[in-house]
């Protein structure tokens, strides 16, 4: 027994650490990071971007992909908060991970980066697969731009490009612009048409194609033009979110302190945009910006406070929620003028926008239409860059009762003075002709 009581410890001592720091909805920012390696090299050679992300209070445990002693969860509990593959040729991941288990990783909520290259694997692409995007088919295939290429020493086969057509979206890359263009050399990706969910974050110019540089082309290129996507992020209908591109180099440290010109551009930047770009976006990513939470769900009689257990025709009433936004370190008010309610049954039988006081608090008055049955507040808000709020709540609406109506209706005030009239006729008739005889 003595025995097992240690082990029991021991093991509670292993576990806490992981568990301690695990995503929480009151401090949505990913901390504890799975980084998979092809190479230990890959640690030192991609150092700059790793130490953003310490310097931002991330905890990153290297492994190699295929270490067999690897696992996502224990117990039943996930580990880790998020997931970065840098190990596009790994064939097979080592320990208890597989395809399964990463898209039950994403699934769970957690987040999700994949850089490919030239030697993507069939496992990474099928990875990429399942998060909504397509590599080009051809193994030997990279993006190619005649146009669009970082100038170099060496003329080269312009597979070496220099990306500036970045989604319009403060949010996902921050409000400071991206000046400089960002080096991109790898493999390119389309989005599958039926996911709504995948969106290009950096697209190819309208000039780029995908093919072999090394060989001459005898076929149509399969992907052209703008829809090849370099860089693409996905969020998930449970607010997870993926990023996938297909250049490991972009994260080097090589690319992060190159000088960088685009062809045909006179402008010789001293340091190209993949820092800012990558940072900015892994911000997003691991929920340092764009989570929104809604808190206080209020419905109430106007005048009064107490939430009721029902309402009656006609009423009028306030609905209330209060919004706010994570910043990385705490809760901030979010500012929007787009977040409406639903009074809703079947189909929603009011629609209005909410108000706000710049501080986080959205409300907005107005009357129980004149139908009864079961109604629903619904807040179902979707904002691009930002996570997504699905509020729900049940209200029954009741008729008057047969002592509430009004004893006069304004509208029937003719007919009531006609009635008089013939009433007050009748009975001076009657008047007159009882004490005429």
């Given amino acids: 027994m003595g025995k097992l009581w240690v082990i029991f410890v021991a093991s509670i001592s292993i576990i806490l650490p992981f568990l301690c720091n695990s995503f929480s909805p009151e401090t949505p920012t990913d901390r504890r990071v799975l980084v998979l390696l092809d190479d230990f ?13 310490k310097s931002r209070g991330f905890d990153l445990d290297f492994k190699l992909a295929d270490d067999p ?14 997931l970065i593959l840098f190990c596009p040729s790994i064939e097979r991941f080592g320990g208890s991970i597989d395809l399964a288990a990463i898209i039950n990783f994403v699934d769970s909520g957690h987040d999700l ?23 080009d088919e051809d193994p030997s295939a990279m993006v190619i731009d005649h146009t669009s290429y970082a100038v170099s020493a060496t003329e080269g086969d312009h597979t070496l490009i220099a990306g500036d057509d970045f989604i319009k979206s403060d949010v996902i890359l921050g409000s ?77 440290n090589r690319f992060f ?45 106007v005048g009064e406070t107490d939430e009721p257990a029902l309402y009656r025709i006609n009423d009028d009433l306030e609905y209330s929620v209060e919004i706010y936004e994570w910043s990385g370190t705490s809760w901030e008010p979010y500012v929007a003028d787009d977040v409406q309610v639903q009074f809703y049954m079947m189909s929603p039988y009011v629609l209005k926008t909410l ?41 029954p609406v009741r008729p008057y009762r047969h002592n509430e109506y009004e004893r006069f209706i304004p509208t029937a005030y003719p007919y009531y003075g006609a009635a008089f009239s013939m009433m007050a006729g009748f009975f001076i008739f009657s008047f007159v002709h009882l004490y005429s005889k």
């Fill in 41 to 53: 090299a890959i640690k030192s050679s991609h150092s700059l971007y790793f130490n953003s992300l």
């Fill in 355 to 395: 108000l706000n006081n710049k501080k986080g608090l959205y409300s907005i008055s107005f009357k129980v239409p004149d139908v009864y049955g079961v109604f629903q507040f619904k807040v179902e808000y979707q904002k691009l860059g930002y996570t997504s709020l699905s509020l729900s709540k049940q209200i």
């Fill in 176 to 252: 400071k612009k991206i000046d400089a263009p960002v080096l991109f050399q790898g493999i390119g990706h389309s989005l599958n048409p039926s996911n709504s969910l995948v969106l290009k974050v950096l697209s190819a110019s309208p000039a780029a194609y995908s093919a072999n540089p090394k060989s001459k082309l005898s076929t149509p290129p399969s992907l052209t033009g703008s829809a090849i996507s370099f860089v693409s992020i996905v969020q998930a209908r449970n607010n997870a979110r993926i990023l996938i591109t297909g250049s490991l180099s972009m994260f080097s």
């Fill in 113 to 135: 980066i994949i850089a490919a290259d030239a030697n993507a694997s069939d496992l990474i692409r099928e990875v990429a697969t399942e998060c909504g995007v397509e590599f």
């Fill in 69 to 82: 002693k690897i696992a996502l969860q224990r117990y039943g509990q996930y580990l880790y908060d998020a």
């Fill in 257 to 301: 302190r190159s000088h960088v010109q685009k062809a045909g551009s006179p402008t010789k930047h001293e340091k190209s945009g993949n820092e800012q770009f990558l940072t900015e976006l892994s911000k997003w990513v691991f929920h340092e910006r764009g989570h929104l939470k809604a808190v206080n769900v209020k419905h109430h009689k």
